[in-house]
Every structure is written in structure tokens, then in C-alpha cells.
């Protein structure tokens, strides 16, 4: 399942160069519905046809508001990108628990996902619910090994470099933490700010196989909870196949990122 939906994902493209709008279109909203659809079946929340619709819908619209959301960043407009990311991951994320798509706003910090009730929601175990990522501390490690200098802007955490990886990379992105060489230019950021929505799309569709989490919380009664330790299986997953099986100009990542911040295409 994990692979067939890294699969659906991928825009229809040969090269960097080669992606239509379209096919990037299709990935995020295809590739977004049928994910929320198989996060929820395999956290046992589809019963029915009608469930499997909600999530397909809603799973699909989230795709489309992460199509968007990348297009913002793309033209420099980070922040607000960000936002709609991250609210486009709270309706996947929502459908897929057998939720409304409005019951939880959830926003990504470094390492916490923060997610609130709104009035929406039916008898929520807490108001404020706080989950850790795992992914995300192993990912802060290894970026702030290559960084110079670390700060948060635009709704994320950044990190700049003195050093590239490698020779002629200006920028990448682990994880969530995006990082750019000292003196980089706006268009390095806005790809690999993009880079960091994608890890935020692939979280909202991932079955959480949550650690330290009880298996029936108390409901209404509490301001705030710990939920557990999210795995990111997809994000990890995918990681796995891109880099292991896949070359660089074929990684939907690059294509989806060379397309919504190269100029060319704009």
C-alpha cells in the first residue's frame, strides 16, 4: 500500500523539465485522496462506502490546498504557504481519524504537533493535543550538524550553511528544517521550503502507529493531552524508495520542487 501510493504520487514526468501542470495537479490531488483513504483503512475507520468517499473528498480538496500551498511558496510567499499546508494536513489528517474535517487545527513546530479542538468537535479527549516526531528530532540533528547559523521564519525552522553537501548544491531539506547556503538566494529558500511541505503532506496521510499512547484516553475532560510519538511511516517510506531506488531528476520531491519555484515555469 505504502508503495502504491508513493506511485500515484509521482507526477507523470521524465525530467525536471518535463512536468506539466497537470500532472503535478493530479499527484497532490490524486495522491492525497487515495492516502487519506488508506491511512483510514488501516486505522480501522472505514465501515462504509460512505466513509470511504468523506475521505476521498476531503483527502482530495487537502490535496489540492497543498497544490496551492506549494505554488505560495514557490513565489516567495512562504508563510502563507505554510499555513494553508498545514491546515490542508489537518482536514487529511481529521477524515482519516473518522473526524470532521474542521473538528482539529493542527500546526507542525519543531519536533511538536500541536493540534486544538475547535467547537466542531464531538466530545474531544482534550482541547490541545500534543504529539512528538521522531523523524523530526533524528532530522534536527542531522541538520544542524552542516548549519551555521539557525532561526525561525516563516512558520519553520532554518538553518544556513557555510559548506555545501556536496559540489554546486545551494540547498536541501531534511525532514521539515529547511537549509540554505550563507548568501543563497531567495529561489534556493522557496524550493527547499517546499521540500518541507511535502514532509508535512506525506505526516498527514501516514498511518501513525503512535508509541506511549493510550488506547482509550479520557473524553471531555482535560485542557491538554500527550498523545505519543508519531513514526512518519509514509515520510520514511518514501525517503527509502526516493533515494534508494529512484534518480535524483526523477524524485517526485525535485520535479514538484524545480516546477513550482523555477521562474520558467511561472
Known amino acids: 500500500m505504502v508503495l502504491f501510493t508513493i506511485l500515484v504520487m509521482v507526477p507523470a514526468a521524465a525530467e525536471l523539465k518535463a512536468a506539466s501542470n497537470g500532472a503535478v495537479l493530479a499527484g497532490n490531488v490524486l495522491g492525497t485522496g487515495v492516502s487519506t483513504v488508506i491511512r483510514s483503512l488501516i486505522m480501522g475507520n472505514i465501515k462504509s462506502f460512505k466513509d470511504v468517499s468523506k475521505c476521498f473528498v476531503y483527502g482530495s480538496a487537502a490535496g489540492l490546498g497543498f497544490y496551492q500551498s506549494k505554488a505560495m511558496a514557490g513565489k516567495g510567499n512562504i508563510l502563507s504557504g505554510v499555513l494553508l499546508a498545514n491546515l490542508s494536513a489537518s482536514v487529511a489528517e481529521?477524515?482519516?481519524?473518522?473526524e470532521g474535517p474542521l473538528d482539529y487545527l493542527g500546526f507542525s513546530f519543531p519536533f511538536v504537533h500541536l493540534q486544538v479542538a475547535t467547537p466542531l468537535a464531538k466530545n474531544p479527549a482534550a482541547i490541545f493535543d500534543v504529539s512528538f516526531s521522531s523523524r523530526d528530532i533524528v532530522s534536527f540533528i542531522t541538520s544542524i550538524k552542516n548549519a551555521k547559523?539557525?532561526?525561525?521564519?516563516?512558520?519553520?525552522?532554518?538553518?544556513?550553511?557555510?559548506?555545501?553537501?556536496?559540489?554546486?548544491?545551494?540547498?536541501?531539506?531534511?525532514?521539515?528544517?529547511?537549509?540554505?547556503?550563507?548568501?543563497?538566494?531567495?529561489?534556493?529558500?522557496?524550493?527547499?521550503?517546499?521540500?518541507?511541505?511535502?514532509?508535512?503532506?506525506?505526516?498527514?496521510?501516514?498511518?501513525?502507529?503512535?508509541?506511549?499512547?493510550?488506547?482509550?484516553?479520557?473524553?471531555?475532560?482535560?485542557?491538554?493531552?500527550?498523545?505519543?510519538?508519531?513514526?512518519?511511516?509514509?515520510?520514511?517510506?518514501?525517503?527509502?524508495?526516493?533515494?534508494?531506488?529512484?534518480?535524483?531528476?526523477?524524485?517526485?520531491?525535485?520535479?514538484?520542487?524545480?516546477y513550482f519555484s523555477s521562474p520558467v515555469t511561472k
Open 94 to 98: 481529521n477524515v482519516a481519524m473518522g
Open 149 to 258: 547559523h539557525v532561526s525561525f521564519r516563516n512558520g519553520l525552522l532554518t538553518f544556513t550553511a557555510d559548506e555545501p553537501l556536496a559540489k554546486g548544491v545551494m540547498g536541501w531539506t531534511t525532514g521539515i528544517f529547511p537549509t540554505t547556503l550563507s548568501g543563497g538566494s531567495s529561489q534556493v529558500m522557496a524550493h527547499e521550503a517546499i521540500h518541507a511541505i511535502q514532509s508535512l503532506q506525506l505526516m498527514a496521510v501516514s498511518p501513525e502507529p503512535f508509541l506511549f499512547r493510550k488506547s482509550n484516553p479520557d473524553r471531555g475532560s482535560k485542557a491538554l493531552r500527550f498523545s505519543g510519538v508519531r513514526l512518519q511511516a509514509f515520510g520514511l517510506a518514501n525517503d527509502l524508495v526516493l533515494h534508494g531506488l529512484q534518480k535524483y531528476d526523477m524524485r517526485w520531491k525535485e520535479i514538484e520542487a524545480y
